[in-house]
């Protein structure tokens, strides 16, 4: 029997979800697991100095997975009737017996399961609570910051959020847990006019805990004046050169690594990294780390959505290759064991997804980095999806600045970078500026010979 103990709060959530998996059993079904969540959030935006909207919701969710032999179907609902659950399992039942068989499906094993973990060291829940007022006077300070940087001349609006989630799981095969979590967030975007032509910037903060937002006027004043430097963007003449990817551009590259060794795309065949297990992929001293276990971290859990226990894991050490990231059924398909990472909604069944992913920081500051460029570019932000999962190659619409003579200078828009993500991950050198603000991050990354296509 595993057991996670939950907190006073969610024990009746937790209660719904295994009375849900009692039912499911007692109707036929030879395996079961429930999730149910409760959230709770508030936002409001504003613009140009006035309130815009303030949104307030509630909800409640249950989902069920019943499992018949190798036939299984996912169901949900929202309320917790007896009437509703009853009515919930009897559809997830005629639903599996419709279903293919499928040889990988099942719940996780049971000596797999987390046993007594504790989420309080996680730090996952911060209880304050901001009423719309105050949430309203974080947007406008932001706004107003972004606002009185010279050259801006209007705004997209900025806006406050604040969220509270409850989430709970429970299993045929004796687990059962459940975690609070909170998420608060700024962000704020701004206009900037010059000769007839304008540009758009943002930025934002976001966190666990409401004091580790970062201050509404320091987010504002970082908006105002990324905004103003895009001024003057002209189109680049095309040229194969080093190119920088400021820290927010970096994280799509890691996002693209982390789609590449993903259990799905492993499993099927489909990733252009599929066959290099145990191979370098990236430079000697590069390493890649999942971890659920971070405090505080934004995608922090104490287990995952099958009831695994989640724990540290090096995806890349020392540019090579080392771990998929695998829920039960990946696992199953590709001869291995999970790696724990299985996440869900209520109304779908066990996928594999990183958590708090990021590229570990590298020897040199991002200035060093761009001091050692005579002529290259420093991206800011990327366009499209121009990336082929299969093949690796990349191209996607992009602007940011020169560099010349190691120095930033003009701002740059209306081009595309191309290449090949095995090449650029193979040259890639991290800076030292890691910050953990998505739970996807990156510090800055130079990638020498990219493509720049332009004028």
């Known amino acids: ?34 999730v149910a969540t409760s959230e709770r959030s508030l936002g409001v935006s504003v613009r140009l100095g006035r309130l815009e909207d303030v949104e307030r919701a509630e909800s409640r969710a249950f989902g069920l997975r019943v499992l018949l032999g190798r036939k299984q179907a996912v169901a949900s609902c929202t309320e917790a009737t007896a009437e509703a659950f009853d009515a919930l399992v009897a559809r997830a ?15 996780a094993e049971p000596h797999l399961l987390a046993r007594h973990n504790d989420p309080e060291p996680l730090e996952l829940l911060d209880p304050s609570e901001l009423d719309e007022a105050g949430l309203e006077a974080r947007a406008l300070a932001a706004e107003d910051a972004a606002r009185a940087v010279p050259g801006v001349t209007n705004s997209g609006g900025a806006g406050a959020s604040q969220a509270h989630l409850e989430v709970a799981l ?61 001024l003057g963007a002209e189109t680049p003449k095309t040229a194969r050169l080093p190119v920088i990817f400021e820290a927010r551009a970096a994280r799509s590259l890691l ?20 066959d290099r297990m145990g191979e370098p992929v990236f430079a000697t001293g590069v390493g890649i780390v999942d971890d659920p276990s971070r405090p505080r971290g934004l995608k922090s859990r104490p287990f995952d959505a099958e009831g695994i226990a989640g724990r540290r894991r090096d995806i890349v050490e020392n540019g090579v290759l080392k ?35 990021f590229l570990a920081p590298g020897p040199v500051t991002e200035r060093e980095l761009i001091e050692s460029v005579s002529r290259g570019i420093y991206v800011t932000e990327l366009i499209g999806m121009g990336v082929n ?25 209306e081009f595309t970078l191309a ?3 095995k090449d650029m991950f193979a040259r890639l050198l991290p800076a030292s500026n890691l910050e953990f603000r998505t739970g996807l991050d990156a510090p800055s990354c130079l990638v020498e010979g990219m493509t720049i296509a332009g004028r």
């Open 255 to 274: 996002g693209h690594f982390a789609q590449a060794v993903n259990g799905s795309g492993i499993a099927r065949g489909t990733s252009f990294l599929k």
């Open 93 to 107: 039942l005629a639903m599996a017996r419709a279903a293919p068989d499928d040889p990988c499906a099942g719940l």
């Open 419 to 421: 290449g090949n993500l």
């Open 1 to 34: 029997m595993a057991a996670v103990e939950s907190h006073p709060m969610e024990a009746a959530l937790l209660a719904r979800a295994s009375d849900l998996v009692e039912r499911a059993r007692r109707a036929g079904a030879d395996a079961a697991d429930a």
């Open 170 to 230: 429970a299993t045929s095969t004796g687990f059962a847990g459940s975690y609070r979590g909170s998420h608060f967030s700024l962000s704020v975007s701004v206009l900037a006019e010059r000769d007839g032509t304008m540009q758009r910037d943002y930025d934002f903060t976001s966190a666990r805990h409401l004091a580790d937002l970062e201050a509404a006027q320091e987010v504002g004043r970082r908006a105002g004046e990324r905004t103003v430097r895009r």
């Open 323 to 357: 771990s998929w990231i695998l829920d039960c059924a990946t696992a199953r398909k590709l001869g291995l064991e999970t790696t724990g990472h299985a996440s869900r909604s209520v109304a779908s069944p066990p996928s594999p997804a990183p958590s708090n992913f």
């Open 389 to 413: 999962p299969v093949t690796g190659d990349y191209s996607r619409g992009a602007s940011g600045f020169l560099i010349e003579a190691g120095e930033i200078t003009q701002p740059i828009q």
